[in-house]
């Protein structure tokens, strides 16, 4: 399983962005796929996750401003970003967790990085 992340980019506070994480290869199901984002000189932290079922969970900080879809037939995951502040800045990686792997799936990661 190969996770692709794209949309990244420089915005100005209260701006939009959509980030997408096209997933390719043998997925026959998942648990969960979400969005992990780090901004410099800080730790990995949780923004959201869709269950299988379709169920979402966001990190308080987004909660409100962030949407998190999944387009079932192509295998894409998004992230509505609305309202950025600057402390959205910070690579956003995507993951995938498998009933049939033991460990989560990582995308590489795309820049979101925003002006106040």
């Known amino acids: 399983v190969q996770l692709q992340a794209s949309g990244g980019g420089l915005v100005e506070a209260g701006e939009s962005l959509r980030l997408s994480c096209a997933a390719s290869?043998?997925?026959?199901?998942?648990?969960?796929m979400g969005w992990y984002r780090q901004a410099p000189g800080k730790q990995r932290d949780w923004v959201a996750t869709?269950?299988?079922?379709?169920?979402?969970k966001y990190a308080d900080s987004v909660k409100g401003r962030f949407t998190i879809s999944r387009d079932h037939a192509k295998n894409i995951l998004f992230l509505q970003m609305n309202s950025v502040k600057a402390e959205d800045t910070g690579v956003y990686s995507c993951?995938?967790?498998?009933?049939?792997?033991?460990?989560?799936?990582w995308g590489q990661g795309t820049q979101v990085t925003v002006s106040s």
């Open positions: 869709i269950h299988r079922g379709g169920t979402t």
């Open positions: 993951f995938l967790d498998s009933p049939f792997a033991a460990d989560p799936y």
């Open positions: 290869g043998m997925i026959f199901d998942f648990n969960t």
